[in-house]
């Protein structure tokens, strides 16, 4: 079977392990990702950290990004600029005026300045001990996270529930391995990397 395939069934079961997940934790592990923080990555003294803002039942990292805003932490979130196209990250601060694009995902509005993050914290559906990810599968992340690595070192944290967790992500040349993911029982480091 091509890894393309096995992607797409691989999505649709990480998709209903997501949203059980969602149902058994709801907000309690937002809570729990805050809690530890990124203090087991050093030293990032004024990083730039990209977050994301949830959609649907994804676990919501809004209060572990004002934890890291109070730390000092620069932070940012992706703008869309199109299929097929990798993100930009515009100035984000808690309580901004927020735009909505496509799939109700918010985003900071065009007047906020483009940064490059040093930290980018990604969505996933499903993840495995290298490091590789299952996304909503546009390669957004994938395509970003080339751009950023060739520019200067970049670390990716995966934020996911436990559960969603498996032996291995199908993965082709072009997939970005992540090198942490941050779950509500703290931080894993990928092997892969
Ligand atoms: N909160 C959040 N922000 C994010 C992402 C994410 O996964 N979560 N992304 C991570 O890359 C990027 C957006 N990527 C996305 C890609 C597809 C869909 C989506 O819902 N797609 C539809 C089908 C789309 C179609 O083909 O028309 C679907 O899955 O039902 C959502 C986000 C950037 N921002
Ligand atoms: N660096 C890249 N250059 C060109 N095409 C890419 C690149 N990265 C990914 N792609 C394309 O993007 C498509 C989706 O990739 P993939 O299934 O890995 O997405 P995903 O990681 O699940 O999604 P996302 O990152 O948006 O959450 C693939 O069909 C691939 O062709």
Known sequence: MQTSDEKR???TRALARRADAFAVHGPT???RLAAHGLDFLSP???AIVSGFAAIRDEIDPA???AR???EGYQLALPVMQGKGKALLFRAWAPGDEMGKVQWGIAEPLPDKPQLEPDIVLVPLLAFDEAGYRLGYGGGFYDRSLEQLRAVKPVIAVGIAYDELK???VPHLHYDQPLDWVLTPSGPLRCSGT
């Open 9 to 11: 069934e691989e999505r």
């Open 29 to 31: 592990a937002g809570e």
């Open 44 to 46: 990032t003294e004024g």
């Open 63 to 65: 209060l572990l990004l």
């Open 68 to 70: 890291l805003q109070g």
């Open 166 to 168: 498996v032996d291995a």
